[in-house]
Nanobody
Framework: QLQASGGGLVQAGGSLRLSCAAS????????MAWFRQAPDRDREFVGL????????YYGDSVKGRFTITRDNAKNMIYLQMSSLKPEDTAVYYC???????????????WGQGTLVTVSS
């Protein structure tokens, strides 16, 4: 249902945009979130956007650097990452939930993940 893409290798201080494509209409009305998981770390909430796109919430570690947007007409969600740091290196996952939440509980759909590597 969800397909994440756009990961790659970028230097510290650089930018990268991740995309998440939702297939079908099963996620209509859902909030969409990004989580990430670094090696040997728990999966971490990055941020979310509500169905209308009017509200966004971010984890403390990415506030002011990352921006989530969505285009419901195209069934797409984006994560614009700026001022990247080596500690942003992780596999990034998009997920869909009926109602916003900064925890993994309740996210019914998950993308397969896309790897972001930030070199110092």
């Amino acid at each position: 249902q969800l397909q994440a893409s756009g990961g790659g290798l970028v230097q510290a201080g650089g930018s990268l945009r991740l995309s998440c494509a939702a297939s079908g209409r099963a996620t209509d009305g859902y909030s969409m979130a990004w989580f990430r998981q670094a090696p040997d770390r728990d999966r971490e909430f990055v941020g979310l956007v509500t169905w209308t796109g009017k509200s966004t919430y971010y984890g403390d570690s990415v506030k002011g650097r990352f921006t989530i947007t969505r285009d419901n007409a195209k069934n797409m969600i984006y994560l614009q990452m700026s001022s990247l740091k080596p500690e942003d290196t992780a596999v990034y996952y998009c997920a869909a939930r009926n109602g916003p939440a900064a925890i993994m509980t309740g996210y019914a759909y998950w993308g397969q993940g896309t790897l972001v590597t930030v070199s110092s």
